[in-house]
Structure formats: C-alpha cells, structure tokens
C-alpha cells in the first residue's frame, strides 16, 4: 500500500530548515488530551481571566475534506504540538502537520484506505534522534515520519498494521478502525479501536506493538478464552461467538508505575444478550493492565451484562486527591448515565462506597438480566437520573399527545430492559458523558460535559426467512439497516442518522456498493453479509428493487432488532425534556461534592424570547488553565467559550466557522500561548467544515 505525503514547502531542505523556538516559556500539548493523564489541563497561564476577552484569532487553517454538500463529515481531532509544530487530522480523514504559530501548511498525508471513518488525533512518539507520528484510519495504524510525513516502511508491513489480523472470529465482519489515539509506553504501542456493535463484531482484544517494528508485544483478551479469568461470566468457547468488548474510547497511562488504565466497551448486540448470559467480563469494565505485560492487575464492571449499550465513553482521569485527610493517586472514570467512579488508583479500592442496587423490572422473552448493577454513592450524578411526565420542558409542543405516550412507555429508573414497549434512557444512549470526557486540575476538581435529552427505542422481533424461502432487497433492508436509518428510510430528527430516502439521486450504486464494504463515519462495514444480500439493499436503496426474492442463510442468535436511537425531541425540533439540555459541572473529587453546574449552549431565538440559556446537544471536552480558566466548544450553536472554573460564568465567547465538536489544545511558541480547536460541525444537523482555528493574546 502506497502513501504519498504531500509537502507544500519549496523543498524538502526548506522543511528542515524551519526554525523551533527555544524560549523556555514554551510549552508542548504533547498527546491527547494534554497528557498520559488525560487531564486535559495546562499549566500556562498567559491567558487569564483578566485578559481572556481580548483573544484573537491568530490563524486558522484550512485542512480539506470537508462535505458542504451534504454536511456528513465532522472533526473530532485533539490537535497534539511539538516543538512548534501542530499534528492533527482533517476533515478529509488526513494526517498533517502544520507551523503551530502560523498555521502553514508543512506536511499533509494521501491515504486512500481510510474508510470514511472518524479520527480524534494522532500519537508522537520519538527516542530523541528519531520522532514518529502514528495515525489510524479505516482498518489500519499508519507510522510516518514526524518530519516529511512519509511511510516509515519498516514498520509492520511497508508502514502500516491491519488491525483485523488476529480479532478474526466465524461469522464476523470486518469492520475496525482506531479512531481514538493510541497510548506509548516506553517502546510499545497500546491499541483499542472500535468495531461493530452487532452479533457480527470482531474480537475486542487490546494488544501492544513494538514502535519500532510493528511487532505484536503483547493481547489482553477482553473476552476470555477457556479457563483464563472471567470466562465463566461467559457461555462455553465465548471467543467464537461474541465480539465487542472493545477498547474503543481510549486509555490513560500512569507511566511512573508502568499502569495502563483501559475502559471497555459492551458486548455485541448491545440491546439484546439472551444468547450470552452472564456478567460478559471483560466488557464495560476499567481495567488496569501491567503496560510491560498486559497482565491484569485489577479490574472493576461498571455495568453487569450490559444491554443497554452504556459502556463507558473516554479515557479515564488520572489525578491526585485529598481523602480522609491523605493524598490518594486515583484514576476517575465518568459514564454515560452521568455516574463518576473514583478508584485507588493501585489497588483498585472505590475511595466512595459503590452499593449493589437491585432493579426489579421485567425482561423481553430470552432475556437474562443482571440481578444488581454498581451504583456509586458519591460523587452524586451529574446528571438526572429519571424522566416522567412532570419533566416535560414547559413550551414543549403537543403535549398532550407526547404525555400519552409516555404514559405507555417505561420510565422512570435507570437499568430498564427494553421490551416491545417504548423504554426511555435518561440521560440517553450517548450521554450523560460523551467521547469528549472530563479534565481535572491539581486541587482534584472535576469539569465534565454532559448531555440530558431523552432517547427512546424498543425491540421487535426480528423477521428472518427460513433458507428455503426468499428475501427481498425491502426486507433486507428490514434486517440490516432500519433500526439506525428508520423503516421509512428517513433516519432520525438530529441528523445522526441520515435520511436514505432518494439515495439514487446522492450515490451511484457503485459508491453504496463502496460504503457497504468498508463502512463510513459510525457505520460498519457490511462484509458479513452475501454480494446478492448487499446488491439486493443497494437496488432497494436506488429504487430498483424488482421485488425477485434471493435466498439467505441467517446464523443469526439475537431474535430480535432494536427500532433505533431516537433522540426525544417535539415538532419545533426541541428536547422534550426540562432545560438545561447541556450542562458543564464541576465536581469536588476530594469530596464526591458538587461546586457548580452551568448550562452549555443555548438557542438564541429561546434566548430572544426571554427563555434563560437552555444549553444544548454537545460532543468535545473542555480544556483547563492554571490560570483558572475552562475552554469548550461543543455545543451545536457554534459557539467557543471561556469559562471561569471558580463559579462557571462565561468570561468570552467567539463564533467559530463550524461547531467545534471536539476538544481544545493549549500551547505556547517564542513565549505565545495558543489556544487551538478543530471546526468540523457536521452533527446535530448542523454545517461542516475543515478549519483549525487558534487564538492568541494580540
């Protein structure tokens, strides 16, 4: 496989010759979210609280591929700096490198196998004399050269490792891809990446890789193999059967103690696990890994045989904290349903009591539930936990029509199965905390991004043909592709789901063909299924569907389909829900207490009417300065914000080009701090775009 860096420099002496500052001031943003950490917090404080509204834009650069056609591209990239130089990824799903005080352009990538997937950054390593740059797209991590952005082709094979090799189970897909920045330790690489969240998802495995070499160093099975720890939270031979329990969203790594701390994800099918009764370790767990080794050291569940899909969502935070009057190193993990979970961060211990929580609810037909799930008793959520007619938002439309509803739905507790009925997750599918996660500071204070819009769905049975019979490109679609883009091929309100209606009018059946094959954004591939299965979808999809029935072979154990991620929102495209919608909190870690909670985001024609700020939909973390100050866009009125971390009110704001749905880097060069965040928009219905926009002090 070919990879052609494009340099847009004179030459290549003219790249080498560009001058890195020594100003002792400097300060690098050095891996994602600041550091091993994951604080997501600087010690620069040029930029203060007293000066923040005088910041500027310094430079902003434009890095392609974006879809302003149909606004489907996005930018989740924490831009890492070294040494004056910015790596990050675009909208086009390339790696860069551009001058961190201008914005020149010094090196950009050519990758063809990207699979239209998502990136949140790169990772550098370097042993002094050599500096390397490692960047996941589509199924693969790609090593290049820090400098030119060239394949350093003796690394895996010609520069790159498939990460399919090795995770292969019967009856699986394909699909993988390392969308989050891996972890160095030493002269290893630690992986996780996403795949499937169906019966067909590959093994979840985290493995390390020589930086060198690409070899593989080490695999921490996440889905045990007969007699290994945990495989009797399993059906028999579980590593045939099941996928998923993967490391998808990240890790934090205490590099002093040679600890690596990896949150899972659920095990595949999210929403139904009658066919795997059982606890499913290693998924939606935090585990703490030997990074040398990958032996386990300990490991806490945070959700016992999910079907919930509520694994956890980012790295860990690694900080110091004040406990019954003595310093405890521990690593915090936030969730989906708005719990924090506080661990020693050698032992393992809760430093907060975690109770056992019964929940009585019946299941659909199959179903094994967990008898208890862990419920931390502080710090106390940061978000609501249950959702009932009071909790309509006073201007809400139709509600009369949406209170019957409700009363048919089941509500009201967190860890309700889905049955045929309509089940309400509050806070939602995707938060509570989202991929963005928290940033602590040295005092051990907490800020965390959190979303509060209900999502509703329900299982139906699955209409799957005996072999003897036929299917049709409509019922296939049924099958494969309706619980994420609608029976009605109009996907969902917020636009995460796009619409397939009139596809043949966008997309030739050859570039569906394409997409079916190696997935896009946050869909998988469809390797699993037949060539006449996928071309019966895409005539269906182009409106050609002859009806003529083909016939299937389904393996499939999940009787049943959920009816989709539905973001519960009314006529007027507003949550249902009581504002705030976003919220930014800040958490006292010493204490599991609250300091304070601001909405994030507002709707200005709400705002205009006398409606206090609501806050919004948001992905992206924030950044913290040791000046006092919390930077984050996130929210879907394309706003970028400073915030004062004492009591939360707004010191700045600035319009960016696109929403900023990612989260924020801070830097300095020749003694000039920079503050710096990826543009891409692209969800929530909102625009793309492919700009970086830094801002400075003038």
């Known amino acids: 496989m070919k990879l052609t860096p494009i340099l847009l420099s004179a030459s290549f002496a003219a790249l080498c010759g560009f001058v890195i500052s020594t100003d002792s001031t400097d300060q690098n943003w050095s891996e994602y979210n600041g550091n091993g950490a994951r604080s997501h917090y600087s010690t620069l404080n040029q930029i203060t609280k007293d000066n923040v509204a005088q910041l500027q834009v310094a430079w902003t650069y434009a890095s392609g ?27 086009g799903i390339q790696a860069f490198a551009v001058n961190a005080a201008t914005g020149k352009e010094l090196w950009k990538t050519n990758v063809k196998d990207n699979g239209g997937t998502l990136s949140r950054g790169v990772t550098y390593w370097s042993d002094g004399k050599e500096k390397r740059i490692f960047f996941g797209a589509g199924k693969y ?119 690596v701390y990896i949150p899972t994800g659920s095990a595949a099918y999210d929403f139904y696990g009658g066919n795997r009764p059982g606890n499913n370790l290693f998924a939606n767990c935090l585990i703490a890994l030997d990074a040398a080794t990958g032996k386990r050291l300990w490991h806490f569940q945070l959700v016992h045989h999910d079907i919930w899909d509520r694994d956890p969502p980012c790295p860990p935070n690694l900080v110091t904290v004040t406990h019954k009057g003595k310093r405890v190193d521990a690593v915090v993990q ?70 019957g509803l409700l009363s048919k739905a089941k509500t009201g507790s967190a860890y309700i199965p889905i049955t045929s009925s309509m089940t309400i997750f509050y806070p939602g599918t995707d938060g509570g905390a989202q991929w963005g996660g928290a940033a602590t500071d040295p005092g051990g204070i907490m800020y965390v991004p959190a ?39 109009m996907g969902n309100h917020d636009g995460s789901y796009p619409s397939l209606a009139n596809l043949e009018k966008r997309l030739k059946p050859a570039q569906i063909e394409a997409i079916l094959q190696s997935g896009r954004g946050m869909m998988p591939s469809f390797t699993h299924i037949s060539d006449a299965e996928r071309k019966a979808i895409i005539a269906y999809l182009s409106n050609q569907d002859s009806n003529e029935s083909i016939q299937i072979d389904s393996k499939t154990q999940v009787p049943y389909q959920h009816t989709g991620y539905n973001r519960w929102y009314d006529r007027n495209g507003y949550p249902v829900s009581q504002p705030p919608w976003g919220t930014l909190t800040a958490i006292d870690l010493n204490t599991g207490q609250r300091k304070w909670q601001v909405p994030l985001g507002e709707y200005k024609e709400l705002t205009a009417k006398g409606i206090p700020p609501t806050g919004t ?20 009125d394309e706003q970028f914000r400073a915030f004062d971390k004492e009591t939360g009110k707004i010191l700045w704001q600035a319009t960016l080009p696109a929403a900023g749905y990612a989260s924020a880097s801070t830097y300095s060069v020749n003694g000039k701090q920079y503050v710096v965040i990826a543009c891409g928009g692209g969800k929530l219905n909102t625009k793309s775009g492919d700009r970086y926009v830094a801002f400075a002090l003038p």
């Open 141 to 259: 991590i790609y090593a290049l050269n820090a400098t030119d952005g060239s394949l350093i082709q003796s690394f895996g094979e010609n520069g790159l490792i498939d990460l399919r090799i090795g995770l292969e189970r019967p009856g699986a897909d394909d699909y993988i891809t390392p969308n989050t920045p891996n972890t160095i330790y030493k002269n290893l690489l630690i992986t996780g990446a996403r795949v499937n969240e169906n019966e067909t998802a590959l093994l979840g495995d985290v493995r390390a890789y020589d930086v060198r070499t690409g070899k593989l160093a080490w695999t921490f099975r996440t889905i045990p193999a007969k007699g290994e720890y945990g495989s009797e939270t399993w059906p028999a031979n579980a590593r045939a059967h099941f996928g998923g329990a993967n490391a998808w969203a990240g890790m934090a790594i205490d590099r002093e103690r040679g600890i």
């Open 617 to 636: 939909d948001n992905y992206g973390g924030p950044l913290v300065t040791a000046s006092g100050l919390i930077f984050i866009g996130a929210s879907r």
């Open 334 to 403: 936030v969730t989906k349903q708005g719990y924090v979970f506080v661990f020693d961060r050698v032992t393992g211990k809760p430093l907060f009591p975690i109770k056992e929580t019964a929940f009585h609810f019946p299941a659909i037909e199959g179903e094994k539930v967990s008898a208890t799930q862990p419920i931390p008793t502080l710090p106390l959520p940061f978000t609501r936990q249950t959702f009932s007619s009071k909790d309509f938002n006073p201007f809400v439309s139709d509600r009369d029509s949406l209170a």
């Open 451 to 489: 979303k509060e819009i209900p999502v509703y769905t329900s299982l139906v049975k699955k209409e799957i043909p005996k072999t003897t019979a036929g299917v049709t490109g409509a019922q296939l679609y049924q099958i494969n592709c309706a619980a994420c883009h609608g029976a009605d091929k």
């Open 65 to 91: 591929g974006a879809d302003t056609a149909r606004n489907r591209t996005q930018m989740q990239c924490n831009p890492i700096v070294i040494d004056g130089v910015l790596y990050g990824v675009s909208a």
